[in-house]
């Protein structure tokens, strides 16, 4: 089991950034996708972006493309998530995830969830 705990939340005005990261501990990342995903309130969770731990190359939602960019520090087994041109609606509280599916993109694909990070972009 992976434990994953997020950071980098916090509010910034819209057009503005933030980078999350999601620090890893437990296993190392080698063999997971990691992914990101958020949900406002009354909301069901989405997904944001996700990366395969090794190609590095990432996939995004449509909502975010563009904007945010994912990406991993092998070092720190950490995966960040740079967020660009806020806008009010990418608040959300924003989680990590592991899966061991190739190309996952759905919530029920990861097995293992960090507690979250609240993101707040006012207008």
């Known amino acids: 089991q992976v434990q994953l705990v997020e950071s980098g939340g916090g509010l910034v005005q819209a057009g503005g950034s933030l980078r999350l990261s999601c620090a890893a501990s437990?296993?190392?990342?080698?063999?997971?996708?990691m992914g990101w995903f958020r949900q406002a309130p009354g909301k069901e969770r989405e997904f944001v972006a996700a990366?395969?731990?090794?190609?590095?190359?990432?996939f995004y939602a449509d909502s975010v493309k563009g904007r945010f960019f994912i990406s991993r520090d092998d070092a720190k087994n950490t995966v960040l998530l740079q967020m660009n041109t806020l806008k009010p609606e990418d608040t959300a509280t924003y989680s990590c995830?592991?899966?061991?599916?190739?190309?996952?993109?759905?919530?029920?694909?990861?097995?293992?969830w960090g507690q979250g990070t609240q993101v707040t972009v006012s207008s």
């Open positions: 995830a592991a899966s061991l599916v190739y190309l996952a993109a759905t919530p029920t694909q990861y097995h293992s």
């Open positions: 437990g296993r190392t990342l080698s063999r997971y996708t």
């Open positions: 990366v395969r731990w090794n190609s590095g190359i990432g």
